[in-house]
């Protein structure tokens, strides 16, 4: 079988002859340009299906100055990104919005701390429009590589880098309301008479551990005293964290871990040292990660947040931001969602 020829592929011309209109009015509409009235662009729409055209990227690109892609940082070790759903769900929903843009998302991953020169100069390089960041510690460099690069940006999470809080102002961001969700948490476990809650909170270096570890703080303000231990957001550390806080006090009698995953190691070691759940200890996470949620045994009683919805729009405020002229761009804005309690049998 013969291989079609390069040149045989139809072209801006050959739409612009189908529809009867200019080349120059033809590219407009390919391009998403104003100023083509509507018949002369459903024209030009209805050429194009017909003769199966498909725009040159790299032509497309020097009329436009867009890329028609979007980056997606998330500055965490690979085997973390695949093994925590809290991941898909965030780049499920930034990749459903962004198809609804008829953009393309590429996924650039940190391992380590040289890979910021490779994503720096990737960045740097043009090849997208702009960027979606979330999971950023408090030394983490990826703020100040994006302000040098002067590059449009959305992240995921209240900001907490280390660089000064003025340069904070300018930033937009989407995150759940981590607080108010962790104060709600600690006062159902207090409603149902425990006293002796610990809290098994995430990296103190984000703000999505710091805030939910404020929540439980508020909600203990009474006077009662604080037991809590760091993990880091996966099953090992929740138990690891466990294990230190029975250590400390075997009465405990409720935990408030700071996420699903955390909460399903607690809730093993606590079935390792004898201890039922919700009969002895009482336990509630937080994200409901329905895959992890509601598999464990009991399952867990949790505080939901909106992840994909928060992925999407995240996405959404980008592309609004790339879709304006610089002099109708508003103020960048923090955009916080709402978290709700869902109980279920470990609480």
Do not use: C
Not at 69 to 82: N, S, T
Not at 99 to 106: G, Y
Not at 306 to 327: K, Q, S, Y
């Amino acid at each position: 079988m013969t291989e079609p020829r390069p040149d045989s592929r139809p072209t801006l011309e050959a739409v612009a002859a189908h529809a009867g209109v200019s080349r120059a009015t033809a590219s407009r509409v390919v391009n998403g340009g104003d100023g083509v009235r509507t018949h002369l662009a459903d024209r030009v729409r209805t050429a194009i299906r017909e003769l199966g055209y498909i725009p040159n990227h790299a032509a497309r690109t020097l009329v436009t100055r867009r890329t028609g892609a979007v980056a997606v940082i998330i500055p965490e070790p690979e085997i973390r990104i695949f093994s925590d759903p809290f991941f898909s769900r965030q780049v499920r929903g930034i990749a459903k919005e962004l198809t609804a843009h008829d953009t393309q998302l590429v996924l650039l991953l940190v391992e380590d701390r040289g890979d910021y020169d490779r994503i720096e100069r990737y960045l740097a390089g043009g090849h997208v429009d702009g960027a979606l960041a979330f999971s950023l510690h408090a030394d983490d460099p990826l703020p100040a590589i994006i302000r040098r690069i002067g590059m449009s940006t959305v992240f995921g999470g209240r900001p907490g880098w280390t660089i000064g809080p003025a340069e904070h102002d300018g930033v937009t961001y989407v995150d759940a309301d981590n607080r108010g969700g962790a104060r709600e948490a600690v006062r159902h476990l207090l409603a149902q008479g425990r006293r002796r809650i610990a809290h098994i909170a995430g990296p103190l270096d984000q703000t999505s551990a710091a805030d939910r570890l404020s929540g439980y703080r508020d909600a203990l303000a009474a006077g009662r005293p604080e037991l809590f231990a760091e993990g880091d957001f996966t099953p090992a550390g929740g138990a690891r964290a466990m294990a230190e806080l029975l250590d400390r006090d075997p009465g405990i009698d409720a935990v408030f871990a700071g996420n699903d995953l955390m909460a399903t190691g607690a809730l093993r070691v606590l079935r390792e040292s004898g201890r039922t759940v919700p009969g002895d200890v009482a336990l509630v996470g937080f994200d409901d990660a329905e895959a992890v949620a509601e598999s464990a045994d009991p399952p867990l009683t949790t505080v939901r947040q909106d992840i994909e919805g928060m992925g999407r729009l995240m996405a959404r405020l980008l592309m609004d931001t790339l879709n304006v002229g610089p002099d109708e761009r508003t103020a960048p804005r923090p955009v916080i969602t709402a978290t709700e309690l869902v109980r279920r049998a470990s609480a």
